[in-house]
């Protein structure tokens, strides 16, 4: 299955080359979103709230690189919460062993 979100994660928003296009960034994560009371709708939400803010921190400050790196946090929370529920997904389907790695936790959620 392609990850279309980690794919542009790692390709696009982590090139320091790549011109910030933050309304093109919303509309891709709001395409992505889940509707309704999705258990991962809460963290679309937060990084599209957190590029909508950009360039300002969520503590009000005006810093485009922390800003940015307070939205790049939020996109890998999703991705961490998506592995989860996948992986998740895969041991109720009976799989065990090996053959599922322990996810990460996201316990500790990047800012």
């Known amino acids: 299955m392609w990850d279309s979100l980690g794919y542009l994660r790692v390709r696009t928003l982590g090139n ?33 709230a957190a590029a909508n803010r950009y360039p300002t921190t969520r503590s009000g400050g005006h810093d485009a690189e922390e800003s940015w790196d307070e939205l790049l946090g939020c996109v890998d929370n999703i991705l961490v919460a998506r592995q989860n529920q996948h992986l998740d997904h895969v041991r109720a389907a009976g799989v065990s062993g090996d053959q599922v790695p322990v996810a990460p936790t996201s316990e500790s959620p990047r800012p």
């Open 16 to 48: 320091p080359s790549w011109k910030r296009d933050l309304p093109w960034l919303i509309r891709r994560l709001r395409l992505e979103m889940p509707a309704g009371d999705h258990p991962l709708r809460p963290l679309y939400d937060e990084a599209v």
